[in-house]
């Protein structure tokens, strides 16, 4: 029962092991996929939405926004037949938040400092969490995977593969005290 125990406590080390460092070794890939993410997801919209302001003094109505989402991105998500201008919003992953009501998630904490009469801002679905511009700060609020937070993660995989090690051994130490 021991020589089993010890092969399954080195076969978790390992594999959390295995799992902690090749998280680490992605960490090049995921910084870029964030970057790229914003460079192909967030910052067309932003530009289009400055560019459309500069050219016409105003924001763009959601006809307006969504009309060229169709054509930029191909998504034909929005329903652009609706005849009220507020109930044209697409149910697809990019969203143009013009009113706290626009946002979709639990973030109405990010958008306190809006003033909806001249600002805006462009949510972006990203599978697990919507990532932001916000047109007040001129900020992305994003995932930023750092090289930091890589670091910890392999910290937290190795100590937790190290876990049943250091039980292991704690519970060995306990034995020869009691059995001598």
Known sequence: MRTFLKILTIF????????GTAMFLETPRQIESDKQFVEKEIKPSVDFIKNFKTTNNRLPTNREYYTWQREYHKDYSSDLTQQ????????????YIRKLNDVVSDDYGKFKNADWTKDFAIGVWRGEWTEYYFSWSDSYDTNNYSWLDSFFGLLLMYLFGLLPLIIWWRDSRQRKRSST
């Open 12 to 19: 978790w080390l390992v594999i959390w092991l295995f799992f």
């Open 84 to 95: 009220v201008n507020s109930l044209i919003p697409g149910l697809g992953t990019k969203k």
